[in-house]
């Protein structure tokens, strides 16, 4: 049997980069699998290549959260997993300032709204839906970041967005614990994982090489992670074999952290 037979799923921020390669490795191990974005023609057309529905959702709005829910409810029965994916850097949209002195607080309250606010409604609306969840053990998985970890002066908004995540994790799975509910709560830390959001910064040819080795010298493998990597973690913290394991964070960096050099 596949890992995740039969698991009924949501994934977050799923039209590329990690929350595409976690959705595709969900489907690939049976679960049935609901991809959201905010980035509609792409989402239609990564969910239609693994014959899987979708359905847009923007994190930041309760209203989108619950026609998720009932869209769930109508197409599987129910909710086992949500991965809590979709987040911004701050900067897609220009180079404006996000260190603590210059940062504005329009930008600050962005970077929130999508990071954190966006988790907060993704757990709220699960614990919900996954009371009566059918598995021994429903799961939230929400992606943090390393940065969640240490701080980041020049993008302290993010810095501290992830830094939430990654306590509110703690709280959703003690919650969920006390009040006895078949749910745990864990966070994957990712950091260099090679995703879009890297694309301007690497060039083409002899400059994506040289780029790419410069941007991974101060990890300890000397190289980028891939989003299916942090998707296998994913499917473990999906699947059964973590039933016991809640409240846990996961830090996939090639060892970065471990040696204490700074985040990029």
């Known amino acids: 049997m596949k890992r995740l037979e039969g698991k009924r799923t949501l994934v977050t921020g799923a039209a590329r980069g990690i929350g595409l390669a976690i959705a595709r ?7 049935r699998v609901m991809l959201t974005d905010i980035r509609d023609d792409a989402l239609r057309r990564e969910a239609d290549a693994i014959d899987q529905p979708h359905a847009p959702l923007d994190v930041r709005r309760e209203g989108d959260w619950e ?5 769930l409810a109508d197409e599987f029965g129910g909710l086992d997993v949500l991965v809590n994916n979709a987040g911004i850097t701050g900067f897609e949209q220009s180079a404006a300032p996000h260190d603590p002195e210059n940062a504005s607080i329009d930008d600050w309250r962005a970077v929130h709204a999508t990071n954190l606010d966006g988790v907060f409604l993704g757990c709220k609306h699960a614990i919900r839906a996954m009371r009566r969840c059918r598995t021994p053990a429903a799961s939230i998985i929400n992606i943090g970041s390393r940065s969640g970890v240490v701080g980041v002066p020049a993008a302290s908004a993010y ?6 995540v990654r306590n509110h994790t703690k709280s959703v799975a003690l919650y969920c614990a006390e ?17 879009p959001m ?11 090489e040289a780029n790419l080795g410069a941007l991974s010298a101060a990890c300890p493998l000397k190289r980028f992670g891939t989003p299916e990597e942090v998707a296998q973690l994913a499917v473990h913290l999906a699947s059964d074999e973590s039933a016991y394991t809640t409240g846990a964070e996961f830090t996939i960096d090639g060892g970065t952290l471990a040696c204490g050099s700074p985040p990029r």
């Open 159 to 164: 810095a501290s967005s992830k830094g939430a």
């Open 25 to 31: 490795a969900f489907a690939h191990q049976g679960a």
């Open 198 to 208: 890297w694309e301007p910064m690497l060039g083409d040819g002899s400059e994506r």
């Open 67 to 71: 026609a998720a829910m009932r869209r």
């Open 179 to 195: 009040k006895r509910l078949p749910i745990r709560c864990n966070v994957i830390q990712p950091a260099a994982i090679l995703t």
